[in-house]
């Protein structure tokens, strides 16, 4: 019974986040990856340089 | 000794986080390198789609076409019931990104026949860089260009935005500042400044306001928001209120009940707002344009599909009185 139960469970929160994705419009899903040394950057606007207390 | 180097402070929304060597601002995308200010996320969006206009919400803006829609991580607010959390409210590198320049969206939309590109789902501000080349790339193509935003920025970069922007939906969460405060870990004014910059450079504006309960579904709040819109805005300003539901961190309060949005509806209307409608209920029936003189039925809604178009020219065929968006 409590297999049942918790697959029940689990399907539900699967059904939940497919339907919450479908329903956001997103096609591309997050997904963990740690690739910090792939990470680029581009200049960025409207900043200023100081001799400001961090944080 | 060699100088430490300086800390920076981004001046792109009113947080003005300052940030020392290597340390992120709140919005997870914009990074202190060396003394220089830079954003992890121009031309690596981790959501690209194509949706209905009306989905935005946008309903004076070319009704029943197709928007090419983009969105990158992060946001600089950190709203409690935000839908679409799982990106906005991530690293870069916590998300699966692509890699599209932006001659690559402006292509892509235009491959696929959408007049117009849409920076959604998390929050243009934050990648401003990247939202800003693809307008001016889209715009030479011919294109149009819709923000679907917050909008809590600075007035020069969004000043400068408004200039390559034809549309904006603007989420003004609530007239309340301790609502944006305790809720989204924002301020209100800001928003208001920046939304009036937009609508004074000529800028399509339609506003939306999620309605929470218990949270900012005062009869008086909403009152005073309408009335600020009417004001500052002008009466033709579309409104539309949306249900919320339970999400992210904010689990534990039903969905918004049809009665008070539709209070909200009746309160716009009082106020003299002439394009009020009200979004995300099943039984629907209040996404219908009318004609603000002659009161006429010209755009039919049920969700986000355009079952009767009877404008001509960007007038009501009954009376001839313009109606006021983008519709060619």
């Given at each position: 019974?409590?297999?049942?139960?918790?697959?029940?469970?689990?399907?539900?929160?699967?059904?939940?986040?497919?339907?919450?994705?479908?329903?956001?419009?997103?096609?591309i899903?997050?997904?963990?990856?740690?690739?910090?040394?792939?990470?680029?950057?581009?200049?960025?606007?409207?900043?200023?340089?100081?001799?400001?207390?961090?944080? | 000794?060699?100088p430490?180097?300086?800390?920076?402070?981004c001046?792109?929304?009113?947080?003005?986080?300052?940030?020392?060597?290597?340390?992120?601002?709140?919005?997870?995308?914009?990074?202190?390198?060396d003394?220089?200010?830079r954003?992890?996320?121009?031309?690596?969006?981790?959501?690209?789609?194509?949706?209905p206009?009306?989905?935005?919400?946008?309903f004076?803006?070319?009704?029943?076409?197709?928007?090419?829609?983009?969105?990158?991580?992060?946001?600089?607010?950190h709203?409690?019931f935000?839908?679409?959390?799982?990106i906005?409210?991530?690293d870069?590198?916590?998300?699966?990104?692509?890699?599209?320049?932006?001659e690559?969206?402006?292509?892509a939309?235009?491959?696929?026949?959408?007049?117009?590109?849409?920076?959604t789902?998390?929050?243009?501000?934050?990648?401003?860089?990247?939202?800003?080349?693809t307008c001016?790339?889209?715009?030479q193509?011919?294109?149009?260009?819709?923000?679907?935003?917050?909008?809590?920025?600075e007035?020069?970069?969004?000043?400068?935005?408004a200039?390559v922007?034809?549309?904006?939906?603007?989420?003004?969460?609530?007239?309340?500042?301790?609502?944006y405060?305790?809720?989204?870990?924002?301020?209100?004014?800001?928003?208001?400044?920046?939304?009036e910059i937009?609508?004074?450079a000529?800028?399509?504006?339609?506003?939306?306001?999620?309605?929470?309960?218990?949270?900012?579904?005062?009869?008086?709040?909403?009152?005073?928001?309408?009335?600020?819109?009417?004001?500052?805005?002008?009466?033709e300003?579309?409104?539309h209120?949306?249900?919320?539901?339970?999400?992210?961190?904010?689990?534990?309060?039903?969905?918004?009940?049809?009665?008070t949005?539709?209070?909200?509806?009746e309160?716009?209307h009082?106020?003299?707002?002439?394009?009020?409608?009200?979004g995300?209920?099943?039984?629907?029936?209040?996404?219908?344009?009318?004609?603000?003189?002659?009161?006429?039925?010209?755009?039919?809604?049920?969700?986000?599909?355009?079952?009767?178009?009877?404008?001509?020219?960007?007038?009501c065929?009954?009376?001839?009185?313009?109606?006021?968006?983008?519709?060619?």
């Open positions: 019974m409590s297999t049942v139960a918790s697959r029940r469970g689990f399907l539900g929160k699967l059904l939940t986040a497919f339907l919450a994705i479908c329903s956001s419009g997103i096609v899903s997050k997904t963990k990856e740690n690739m910090p040394e792939e990470t680029t950057s581009h200049p960025a606007r409207y900043f200023s340089r100081g001799d400001y207390l961090a944080g | 000794m060699s430490l180097p300086p800390i920076v402070e001046r792109l929304c009113p947080r003005r986080c300052k940030l020392a060597e290597n340390e992120r601002g709140d919005c997870r995308v914009r990074v202190n390198l003394g220089e200010l954003t992890l996320v121009y031309g690596k969006p981790c959501a690209l789609h194509i949706d206009v009306e989905k935005k919400p946008l004076h803006f070319l009704p029943g076409s197709s928007i090419f829609s983009i969105a990158t991580a992060g946001c600089n607010l709203c409690l935000c839908q679409n959390w799982n906005s409210q991530s870069p590198e916590e998300t699966r990104n692509e890699s599209f320049p932006p690559h969206i402006v292509d939309a235009l491959k696929n026949r959408c007049p117009s590109i849409a920076y789902y998390t929050e243009p501000v934050i990648y401003y860089e990247y939202t800003y080349d001016l790339q889209a715009h193509k011919g294109l149009r260009n819709v923000l679907v935003t917050a909008w809590y920025i007035e020069e970069p969004a000043t400068e935005m200039k922007v034809d549309a904006a939906n603007v989420d003004i969460k609530s007239f309340d500042d301790r609502f405060r305790e809720l989204c870990g924002g301020s209100l004014r800001p928003v208001l400044r920046a939304t937009l609508s004074k000529g800028v399509l504006v339609e506003i939306t306001n999620l309605i929470v309960p218990t949270k900012n579904d005062d009869p008086g709040v909403i009152c005073e928001l309408c009335a600020w819109v009417h004001d500052h805005l002008g009466a300003t579309p409104i209120f949306t249900r919320f539901h339970p999400d992210y961190r904010l689990t534990g309060i039903p969905s918004t009940p049809a009665k949005l539709l209070m909200a509806a309160t716009a009082i106020q003299g707002l002439h394009h009020v409608y009200v995300n209920l099943p039984e629907g029936g209040n996404e219908d344009t009318f004609c603000s003189k002659c009161g006429k039925k010209l755009i039919a809604r049920r969700g986000f599909r355009v079952n009767e178009n009877r404008l001509v020219a960007g007038r065929p009954d009376c001839l009185q313009p109606l006021h968006g983008i519709w060619k």
